[in-house]
């Protein structure tokens, strides 16, 4: 039959929602669409030009029983001959599940690749801000909505996907990936821990595990400026941020502008007050603030008494993107928090949109950061190192972590890393963390960003070659080119010393700084 008369006649003949039932569905054929799809847009991936990409597109919605919810899954097919025989779910990002404008541009990379693509919107719209949804009314959570954006919808998802796939090709997917990054990322580890046998393959780029407790240090550095009623000026920290990376930059062995030994590295911002930084067109001394702001962003969340309440963000990550302050020309500013952050103290722990940021006190803040976990851990935490059925199913798990990051620790993900691996000493044999350095949230202009990361974990799915490094290049301030490698945690790429700095073959993989663990080969 003609794609086109089957993609209109479409009709779910096999998809089973465990209390639910199906609302609506359309299909229809997408005509020859193009695109430039970048990195940034299709994380784990590299860019992808889409030329004259037609497809059968399928929108599914559907009612869990007893609930008000209305869930809409996308499932967007290749036409017959040049589908490759898989399938690709989409993960979302911020408080968005997986449904919004920059997520069609990767499922259209996904569809002229070859893959079916699924996206779902876990029962609120890229319209609705996440006032509109986490609260059925002040002081009262959506919790039918958040366990659909936790984790629900997402295996729904999986399931639509595959029945969608089968009807429209008379075969489901021989095998089913999931690739996300930021909230993807988390969701593709909420998958591998709760629904080990929905994908086969899952690449979860720096993941926001530990969500009640990273949403809450979000907004530390802003309580900090807040308690000292003082914000500095993007420049201060800029220059602190800069100060790292100079200090810190040869400590691999090799100038090139990206701190590659991230645990080696360390400075004291108190040394460096009252130093001259250049904010446009004046001069102005490094100020006690800015050093006590980017210490808090460093160490991380504390109580009062100072002890230690989750991961700070690496010396190195840019301290002026989402989570810091805004300034006027003439040089007056006030707080810029990250919007997640607050709107996740607002809504979820304090249960009113209007509660007023600025009066929450040192204590107060660690009362908040404890009601966050016990209200949400459970439900969105995603930190479950148990990772047992999902080996069982033979399901292969991979994650890089850029160690710039601003937004998620990556310590975070290490963290999360080594609990798996206490628990499982073959850990590595199904899941492995790359962690990439100079690179910033999911991807960023400079740094370590390994574009192949989705490709290698099709190959170790479906032809047993283990990825014992990641390939990654970047492009230096002299405009030359830097090849490297990536190493699984706990290895890191070392230089040999004496290769070219710039060659991929000067580099193995080592835990201890000198001993070579692997040779520089992408796949051995």
Known sequence: MDSSLRCSGLVISHTILSGASIDLLHAKIIPSTSAYIPESVYTNHEAVNASNVSFCAVSVAYSHTNQSDLVNTEVWLPLEDEWNGRMMGIGGGGFYCGLYGANML????????????VATDCGHTALQTSEDWLLESPGHVNYHLLEDFTSVA???????????TESFYGTRPQYSYFSGCSQGGRQGMMLAQRYPDAYNGIAA????????????????TQLAMNQLDSYPRWCE?????????????GLDGVLDGIVSNIDACHLNPFDLIGADVFCGEEIVPLSESAAIVATAAWYGPSTAEGASLWEGVNIVANLTDGMSSQCSPSGQCTGLPV????DWIRLAVKKDPSFDLKSITRVEYAQIFQASIE????????????????????????????QADQLVPSRNTRRYYDDVANRDPSVREYYRLFEAPGLGHCWSPGGLYPSTIFDDLVAWVEEGRTP???????TDDNN?????????YPERAVYDGHGNPTARSSYHCSTDGTTSQTSANTNA
């Open 106 to 117: 990767a499922m259209l990379a996904a569809v002229s690749e070859g893959y079916v693509a």
């Open 154 to 164: 997402l295996n729904d998802a999986a399931i639509i996907g595959k029945d969608v």
């Open 205 to 220: 780029a720096a993941p926001a595990l530990n969500w009640a407790r990273i949403l809450v240090a979000g907004y530390f």
């Open 237 to 249: 920290l800029d220059y602190l941020t800069d100060a790292t990376v100079s200090q810190c930059d």
């Open 339 to 342: 919007v997640h952050a607050a």
């Open 375 to 402: 209200e949400y851990d459970s439900i969105i935490g995603t930190s479950d190192p148990d990772l047992t059925e999902f080996s069982r199913c033979g399901g292969k798990l991979l994650t890089f972590h850029g």
């Open 468 to 474: 014992q490094t990641l390939p990654v290049s970047f």
């Open 480 to 488: 030359i080119r830097h090849d490297r490698i990536l190493c699984p």
